[in-house]
């Protein structure tokens, strides 16, 4: 389920009392200077105490028993998963299910709340300014997909063309290698001049043969923005192609870079 589908529902969940959602947002970037002590920790103890207090202030055994049920889940939580934290952690969660949990690279700014209603505010927010996206990058005869959401890595995937049948073949990963060291290497890079000339010369029809899956992808996964990223004549021969709008292109050969570089570089536009 996309981000934006996540936030419908949750904007359409009510819960009364003594049940209620309990909805954190956590600062745990280590990067942050507030945080070099870890002191997410602190603010983690501190927000989940004071409604305990509250509640058991006001005397409402119901609704306390309820909270703790989830204190207890938010503080598993946290030891399953303390090692793998990145920047943020947002958790939304009634007494009986974590109704949604995310471990982010994207910043967010410290929330406690214990309401009848999810409060969204800051996801949407964050959807806003990292929406769903798909990112093709282009180098001659490989096309790699990122998609990403939330500034974190979806799914990632390379296609390279097969010169012998001239078709489109997917692979799960980048594994190129286009040099030979030893005796070789002066052949192999004379056949790799002679490919790229060949490539040139035959770019828009290869590239016109692989649109049509791009256009169909990016609308079967719901990308809300496109970025193409390679060299100028590739990326604009393949923008003229598709169907689909797209909304950036950075003309730099990032064909090979980390996917974490990569989103990193569309979201700095």
Not at 170 to 193: C, D, F, M, Q, W
Not at 221 to 229: A, G, H, K, N
Request: proline letters at 4%; one cysteine or more.
């Amino acid at each position: 389920m996309t981000i934006k589908k996540t936030i419908k529902k949750l904007e359409s969940l009510y819960l009364e009392s003594p049940e209620k959602f309990f909805t954190m947002y956590l600062n745990t970037d280590p990067a942050d200077p507030d945080q070099q002590g870890g002191e997410w920790r602190i603010h983690l103890k501190n927000g989940l105490n004071r409604f305990e207090k509250y509640l058991d202030t006001e005397d409402n055994k119901d609704e306390l028993k309820k909270f703790q049920q989830v204190k207890k889940a938010v503080k598993d939580f946290f030891k399953e998963n303390e090692l793998d934290l990145k920047k943020s952690v947002i958790i939304i969660a009634t007494p009986d299910e974590f109704v949604y949990s995310d471990i982010l690279q994207i910043p967010v700014e410290t929330e406690f709340f214990w309401e009848e209603i999810a409060k969204v505010d800051q996801l949407v927010r964050l959807h806003q300014e990292y929406p769903k996206a798909g990112v093709i990058l282009t180098q001659k005869e490989a096309i790699r997909l990122v998609e990403t959401e939330l500034g974190k890595l979806i799914d990632t995937v390379v296609y390279e063309l097969d010169l012998d049948t001239e078709d489109w073949r997917k692979h799960p990963a980048v594994n190129r290698n286009h040099t030979s060291a030893g005796a070789n290497a002066g052949k192999s890079i004379n056949l790799r001049e002679q490919f790229i000339a060949r490539f040139e010369e035959n770019r828009k029809r290869w590239y016109k043969s692989i649109t049509p899956m791009l256009d169909k992808l990016a609308k079967d996964r719901e990308w809300e923005y496109i970025y193409l990223v390679g060299p100028h004549e590739e990326t604009h021969e393949l923008k003229e192609l598709m169907n689909k709008p797209i909304n950036a292109c950075i003309d730099k050969n990032m064909l090979d870079e980390h996917h974490d570089k990569v989103i990193k570089a569309v979201h700095d536009l």
